[in-house]
């Protein structure tokens, strides 16, 4: 899972040149009104813990992007969407994050051994798992337009029908199932893809796996 991860463009949602030029034309923009906007969804183990503050540096507001700091590099990592302990509106990263429990499909007690671990509906019923996706892919802005109406798009077509054969979530299609491991020494069954295939394109020079 980590080196499907690690490939995927949530691994490089605040490496992104054109996320980074963005964001840092949107803050000086404002004078700093756009804070943690951009940040919420690229970033939103750093930015629901206040470790992207903005800040005013010579008369000109600025958002320092420490990348040397994992919190922040990875963008959305695996304890972003694992540690999901509410989703509270599906829009703009309006998420609760615990800060002891990871959250899955299932739990084991060789998992329990490592790190306490619950079973959550938002990774295994099928009525739910698309919210978990939601909560960061669809936008507001302030003024009310949507800038990115990805999950309302699915919540209002066919696909969008619980308990019946046409149902889809957005796993189903953006992250497949294969028969593999989940750890090297794990019993083999049945894995969802962790490489978030998507329409996306790849722009840092030095993105791993640029074939795959």
Same mark, same amino acid.
């Given at each position: 899972?980590?080196?499907?991860? +690690?490939? %995927?463009?949530? #691994?490089? $949602? ?6 980074? $030029? ?23 183990? $750093? %930015? ?5 503050? *903005?800040?005013? !540096? ?17 963008? *959305? ?30 739990? %084991? ?14 990774? /295994?019923?099928?009525?739910? !798992?698309?919210?978990?996706?939601? %909560? ?9 337009? +949507?800038?990115?109406?990805?999950? /309302? ?27 593999? +491991? ?6 083999? !069954?049945?894995?969802? /893809?962790?490489?978030?295939?998507? *329409?996306?394109? #790849? ?10």
């Amino acid at each position: 899972h980590f080196e499907q991860w +690690r490939i %995927s463009m949530h #691994a490089f $949602a605040t490496k992104d040149p054109i996320f980074q $030029a963005m964001n840092k034309k949107g803050i000086e923009n404002t004078d700093g009104r756009l804070n943690q906007f951009c940040v919420q969804c690229h970033a939103p183990n $750093a %930015s629901l813990r206040d470790q992207l503050p *903005v800040v005013e !540096k010579d008369g000109r507001f600025t958002m320092e992007l420490d990348m040397t700091n994992p919190v922040i590099s990875e963008g *959305v990592q695996c304890t972003t969407c694992h540690r999901i302990e509410a989703v509270l509106a599906t829009q703009n990263a309006n998420i609760s994050l615990s800060d002891t429990t990871f959250y899955g499909a299932g739990t %084991s007690a060789a998992a329990q051994a490592a790190h306490p671990m619950e079973a959550s509906p938002l990774f /295994s019923d099928p009525a739910q !798992k698309s919210i978990l996706c939601g %909560s960061c892919h669809d936008v507001l802005n302030p003024n009310g337009v +949507r800038l990115d109406s990805t999950f /309302s798009a699915w919540y209002a077509n066919s696909y969008n029908n619980p308990g019946t054969p046409n149902h889809r979530t957005c796993q189903d299609c953006h992250m497949p199932t294969y028969l593999g +491991r989940i750890t090297r020494d794990g019993p083999e !069954k049945m894995l969802h /893809s962790h490489t978030f295939v998507g *329409v996306y394109q #790849a722009l840092s020079p030095n993105f791993p796996g640029r074939p795959e």
